[in-house]
């Protein structure tokens, strides 16, 4: 039985701001930095499982979906603060 279609809707989520809002402010950072802050956002946040995207996209309320990407900026921007105050000791990401 194959299980590679489902995944958490959040990472797509979280992986978008990533993208378009946090890498270019911080150009600086190696890809390690992205992945921390990624992985420790995530913890942050709740899971909500999907298998396609398709589905969630359809069922999704736009204000749901608002809310959603609220809670990902703030938990994406605290993971920022604190990889860069916690993580990088002992230049980790140089």
């Not at 809310?67 to 990902?72: A, K, L, P």
Request: glycine share 2%.
């Amino acid at each position: 039985m194959d299980f590679t279609s489902i995944h958490n809707f959040y990472e797509h989520l979280v992986i978008d701001y990533l993208q378009a809002e946090i890498i270019p402010s911080y150009e600086d950072q190696p890809t390690d930095f992205f992945l921390d802050v990624a992985c420790y956002a995530l913890s942050k946040l709740p899971s909500r499982y999907m298998r396609h995207e398709i589905d969630m996209a359809f069922y999704l309320e736009s204000e749901e979906r608002a809310q959603m990407m609220g809670e990902v900026k703030k938990h994406v921007d605290d993971a920022v603060e604190y990889i860069i105050k916690n993580f990088n000791k002992n230049e980790r990401y140089e």
